[in-house]
């Protein structure tokens, strides 16, 4: 059972308002619940995709998965994902080209990280995996909690991001306004 709950109001006359509510675990810090981000999986083994897919979920994760790079590009158009863990040696285009390929083509894929993993951890695929644009490299067999903890830094990563640069942007039009007066 949930102690220590509150409800703040914020009453504009009338006109709207805003109502906030706070639950509060002992011992736990503030409840939120957590937007639920998609991840992809684009690998030609379907176990590695069932696998993965299984795991992220159990997460609370919304997945996708794809068995090659031109049907991952395409259903990310529609489906913008947060993050995604892609193969290298698939069938027709490779993860390499695949990245590039997210890169280009996508107009939020800065926003979107690619993790590549791969069970040909050379020196030259890892290096080839950064220079296309990947924020990470697993290697082959891969342990569970090793991805979730590399999700997880990925997701506080951006968000830290993204608040420094909301933050830059208030920042510019504060000091806009101040300059148009």
């Known amino acids: 059972?949930?102690?220590?709950?509150?409800?703040?109001t914020d009453s504009d006359g009338g006109r709207g308002g805003r109502c906030d509510f706070v639950n509060k675990r002992p011992g736990s810090g503030l409840l939120r619940m957590p937007e639920q981000k998609l991840i992809m999986v684009?690998?030609?083994?379907?176990?590695v995709r069932e696998v993965l897919c299984s795991y992220l979920e159990l997460h609370g994760y919304r997945t996708v998965s794809r068995?090659?790079?031109?049907?991952?590009?395409?259903?990310?158009?529609?489906?913008?994902p947060d993050l995604v863990f892609l193969d290298i040696k698939m069938p027709g285009m490779d993860g390499i080209k695949t990245c590039n390929m997210f890169k280009k083509t996508l107009p939020s894929s800065p926003e979107t990280g690619i993790i590549i993993i791969t069970g040909y951890g050379s020196p030259e695929n890892v290096e080839k995996s950064f220079v296309c644009g990947a924020i990470d490299v697993i290697k082959k067999p891969f342990d569970l909690e090793a991805i979730n903890k590399r999700v997880n830094i990925w997701f506080e990563l951006r968000s830290v991001f993204y608040d420094e640069f909301a933050r830059r942007l208030v920042y510019r039009e504060r000091v806009m306004e101040i300059f148009r007066t």
């Open 1 to 8: 059972m949930l102690q220590d709950t509150r409800r703040e």
């Open 67 to 80: 068995s090659d790079g031109l049907s991952a590009i395409s259903c990310a158009k529609e489906n913008m």
């Open 42 to 47: 684009v690998d030609d083994e379907a176990v």
